[in-house]
């Protein structure tokens, strides 16, 4: 079964930066394709960004295009959310997940979630 470890939240100031890591094991296929989720209290869970494992082909949501950047390390099984000039609007559950959707819209096996916070 898969196992999903997300890691690297914290508490910043708007306009810092954070970066998330997702380490994937346990039957990890690298024809799949991972992806970043969030979720603040009250809203509905979001899909931030995707990456496929075999062409690095990526996909971001509107509202993080041009701040956020997703890459992958083949070698560790590993997906990267490097997250730029955050906003308080960031704040938010982060999760990673695979294999996910062609739409970055699901996953199938999920992360323990890693808090972002962003204060103003």
């Known amino acids: 079964q898969l196992h999903l470890v997300d890691s690297g939240g914290g508490s910043v100031q708007a306009g810092g930066s954070l970066r998330l890591s997702c380490a994937a094991s346990?039957?990890?296929?690298?024809?799949?394709?991972i992806g970043w989720f969030r979720q603040a209290p009250g809203t509905a869970r979001e899909g931030v960004s995707c990456?496929?494992?075999?062409?690095?082909?990526?996909m971001y949501a509107d509202s993080v295009k041009g701040r956020f950047s997703v890459s992958r390390d083949n070698a560790k099984n590993t997906v990267y959310l490097q997250m730029n000039s955050l906003e308080p609007g960031d704040t938010a559950v982060y999760y990673c997940?695979?294999?996910?959707?062609?739409?970055?819209?699901?996953?199938?096996?999920w992360g323990q979630g890693t808090q972002v916070t962003i204060s103003s």
């Open positions: 997940a695979a294999p996910v959707t062609q739409q970055c819209d699901y996953g199938e096996y």
């Open positions: 346990g039957g990890f296929s690298d024809s799949s394709a």
């Open positions: 990456i496929s494992f075999t062409d690095g082909y990526t």
